[in-house]
């Protein structure tokens, strides 16, 4: 058998393969933004010598750098600067701010019928927003509070009702851009982390499937957003309460609460590739499920 036909040898070509897909879209937000190859670079290296280290907890010192190194391909001296650095400083991603906007989005008695957040009261019980600021925390004032999701652009006051709405725009945060990527690193790390961890161990640690529909036209593709944002507020305003319920539960019950759950839903749509361009494959429906094994 040659080096070309080990089975290490096609697993490392597959993963390849992969990495070209998932790097062309974060070279697309890098050369956006003025980010440039060198601090992607600092920043693999970091990454590798994380995961080589979880990889290899067993040993420590010099051996441990020594075993780094070879998994790597970084020399023992990178691996010791890396190892010294400080950790890198991730903009923040949660805050009473959204926890507020996540409550109002699923509670009930903060939703209608069609599971879209209601205007609220300023002051007063629930539902109102300063119920539900307080529900979220004690050491911000929800006068606060309510000031700086105005200030993002996700809530409008209006002064002669003295109510709340929140905006269509309340979990695409776009007056704060570091925080909006930062939305971005934390949904596809962890739904990337879900896949890789299925792939590389059972297939069945967490739960991660996908659904593809082609041959749409574009004016389909417009109803179909709308089905999906439907599909979301329909998640929101009935996952959110029975995992809110889970919470209350756990901490009636004295049990460690440890863990944390990221639930997401997104879509993609882009012209379909030509009959050149698309894989080989048997004829299929044009709507098909696809699971990450």
Known sequence: MTN????????????????????????????????????????????????????????????????????????????????????????????????????????????????????????????????????????????????????????EHDTAADTLTLLDSAFVPRSDWPRMVGFLGSNVGDHLRAGVTNVLGTGSEHFEQALLADELSPQSVDKARHLIAEQWRSLMTTLGPQLQALIDDDERERRGQSEALRIGLYSWSAPMPAPSQAPDAPDSPDTTSEVTP
């Open 4 to 155: 070309n036909d080990h089975p290490l040898q096609a697993e490392r070509q597959a993963v390849l393969a992969v990495l070209e897909r998932l790097l062309q879209p974060i070279a697309q937000l890098c050369v956006a933004k003025a980010v440039t190859i060198h601090g992607v670079e600092e920043l693999i290296r970091h990454a590798f010598v994380q995961a080589a280290r979880a990889a290899c907890d067993d040993a420590k010192g010099d051996r441990l750098t020594s075993r780094i190194s070879t998994m790597t391909g970084l020399t023992r001296r990178e691996v010791s600067r890396i190892s010294a650095a400080p950790a890198l400083d991730l903009p923040a991603t949660r805050s009473p701010a959204t926890d507020v906007l996540t409550r109002w989005a699923s509670l009930p008695g903060y939703t209608d019928a069609q599971g879209r957040p209601i205007a609220l009261p300023r002051v007063g019980a629930e539902p109102s927003f300063e119920a539900l600021a307080a529900s979220v925390t004690k050491d911000v004032h929800p006068r606060s509070l309510m000031a700086e999701l105005m200030r993002l652009g996700l809530v």
